[in-house]
């Protein structure tokens, strides 16, 4: 029983296990691709907005890059002021010799103008120290803009920090050279400062994510809300190289540092218009998201579970039953049977082994009661088989005193009728159903007609032809004398009053042949085929070995090509022919 008990809880288990793993693989896989998709979308999304705000930005610059170009080109179309700085005189002029254009140029958003003339006239409206700076720088800023034909250029890393104790202002500066208007000759240089806080004004946009930087094409940054950044190489700020054909490139994106940076390349500057933004800022949302996907994530491996319950449950809820129903069955309780509603949520095969299992025990049960009652019939054969050899032993003692009573007495006629009944007895007390030599069967059938011709005198005659070569062989025993029965009682006496019996046997091959031959009344076909037709009910006589039983028994013993076979016609006698193998006895 603990054997049962063992396996349904290993099925039971396996199969939750199973269907539970199947379902969490599934369930995760769907998990990762949800989370993959979802974070995938939110940073293209992410990305194709900060793109746009750095195209808003960049149209920007552009618009302040535009009004900048404008007012230098006010300065060097400005005839009146081009005189005085051009005359050959090397003097410098003072802001009250300029036109009033020029004037308004410098009340703008220009911080600082100097105009150097190659005849060594200067214009400068600056303080001190950037007077100083263009003053020291003015050959090497002459030779970056060497090469142009007069737009205006846009200085790299000329940093200073311009009256920082009254503004604190950062300023990048744009030179451009001074041509004539007639000529187009090289008249000479021109260089602004422009207050960096200008361009954040007119750059920065209200909330942008992360940090927004414009750096030139070294990487150092121009412009940021953070003003201590300025200068510096936005390599430090990242914390990885960028390469510079990132920088350069139209449009950019790349990852470094948990940073998500996004780049777009300002044609007219040379600048590059940078957004850093920090992973878990762009997934700050997200986590809200995450959080709903596992949430989502825990109730379906609690369904899961619950499935994985409720499907190992209608599969083994049936054989539950039919474990229990067998320990009934093992315990004697043939009348047990599996309860098939509990089948119906169960699987094909499972409502088939129900079925089966329930058939089996019906089966089982009306074997138990065909083999008992079989029981009871050998009990009965058993019984009624020592009361008969009970009573042949008894008869065969008693004949033996009536012998020897008929020798004293000098009667050896009626002596030797009592010894052949004797001997009839002591071969059937011996040998009811084994085999026998041929030669006993032979003397068994000659003491039985011994005993028929004393009755019947000289209506009744027989003749034996065995062949002495198969005497030694063996055979069942009574297997002729039955017929001998027959022919005597139905076939010569019961009509005719007389006849004659004929017995032969001899070797066929590896077969023994016994024929039993009478002159009686013979027989017709149908009386023929109703002896070979067993009957119920129908109780037979010569000691109950009838026709029909000895012909099963050679068939038992011997093969289904043997038996008994008769040939008669009705008025004419019968013919008997028994035939058994010779070597084929079990």
Same mark, same amino acid.
């Given at each position: ?109 220009? /911080? ?43 200085? /790299? ?64 940054? !121009? ?13 430090? =700020? ?185 001997? !009839? ?14 030669? =006993? ?86 009386? !023929? ?12 006589? @010569? ?7 000895? @012909? =099963? ?34």
């Amino acid at each position: 029983m603990k054997k049962f008990n063992i396996e349904f809880k290993g099925l039971s288990k396996r199969i939750f296990t199973n269907f539970l793993l199947l379902i969490l693989v599934l369930l995760i896989f769907m998990e990762a691709a949800t989370y993959y998709i979802m974070q995938t979308t939110i940073n293209e999304i992410n990305n194709n907005f900060i793109q746009v705000e750095l195209r808003q930005k960049n149209e920007k610059l552009n618009n302040f890059v535009k009004e900048i170009d404008n007012f230098s080109k006010t300065i060097i179309s400005d005839r009146e002021t081009l005189d005085l700085l051009f005359k050959n005189n090397n003097t410098e002029v003072s802001k009250d010799e300029i036109s009033r254009d020029m004037q308004y140029v410098l009340s703008n958003d220009i /911080d600082a103008v100097f105009l150097f003339s190659n005849a060594g006239n200067t214009f400068s409206e600056s303080d001190n120290e950037l007077r100083e700076y263009f003053s020291r720088n003015i050959e090497k800023i002459k030779s970056e803009i060497a090469d142009t034909n007069g737009e205006m250029v846009f200085l /790299d890393s000329r940093f200073i920090h311009y009256a920082a104790d009254n503004h604190g202002d950062y300023m990048f500066f744009v030179a451009r050279k001074l041509r004539s208007i007639d000529t187009f000759e090289d008249l000479g240089i021109m260089i602004m400062a422009v207050r960096e806080s200008l361009l954040w004004k007119d750059t920065y946009m209200e909330g942008e994510k992360g940090d927004f930087y414009i750096a030139n094409s070294a990487g150092k940054i !121009i412009s940021s809300k953070d003003k201590d950044r300025i200068g510096i190489n936005v390599t430090a =700020e990242l914390g990885s190289s960028i390469a510079s054909e990132k920088l350069k490139s139209s449009k950019g994106h790349f990852i470094t540092n948990d940073l998500v940076v996004n780049t777009l390349y300002n044609q007219q500057t040379g600048w590059v218009l940078m957004n850093a933004v920090a992973i878990h800022e762009i997934n700050a949302n997200f986590y809200y998201i995450q959080k709903f996907i596992l949430i989502i994530g825990i109730a379906a491996i609690v369904v899961a579970v619950y499935i994985s319950v409720l499907i190992s449950s209608n599969v083994t809820r049936p054989i539950r039953n039919m474990i229990f129903t067998m320990r009934k069955v093992s315990n004697g309780d043939l009348n047990a049977q599996t309860d098939l509603s509990l089948t119906r949520g169960a699987t094909e095969e499972v409502r088939e082994l129900s079925e089966v299992f329930n058939h089996m025990t019906m089966q089982l049960q009306s074997l138990l009661e065909e083999v008992y009652n079989e029981g009871l019939k050998e009990k009965d054969a058993e019984l009624r088989a020592l009361k008969a050899q009970i009573q042949p032993h008894f008869l065969y003692n008693t004949l033996d005193t009536v012998y020897w009573m008929l020798i004293d007495k000098n009667d050896y006629e009626i002596a030797d009728i009592v010894t052949k009944l004797g001997e !009839i007895l002591r071969y059937s007390i011996k040998k009811g159903s084994t085999n026998v030599f041929v030669r =006993e069967e032979v003397q068994q059938i000659k003491n039985y007609l011994f005993l028929q011709k004393a009755r019947f005198e000289d209506c009744l005659n027989y003749e034996i032809n065995i062949d002495e070569s198969i005497m030694e062989c063996e055979m069942l025993s009574f297997i002729i004398q039955p017929f001998v029965e027959n022919s005597i009682n139905h076939g010569l006496m019961q009509d005719k009053g007389y006849g004659n019996i004929t017995i032969n046997g001899f070797r066929d091959g590896e077969n023994l042949i016994f024929e039993i031959i009478d002159d009686g009344t013979g027989m017709t076909e149908k009386e !023929i085929e109703e002896l070979f037709i067993k009957k119920k009910d129908v109780k037979e006589s @010569h000691g109950g070995i009838g026709v029909l039983n000895v @012909h =099963e028994r050679i068939k038992y013993y011997y093969g289904g090509k043997y038996g008994v076979k008769i040939e008669s016609r009705k008025g004419f006698g019968t013919k008997v022919i028994v035939e058994i193998s010779l070597t084929m006895m079990h």
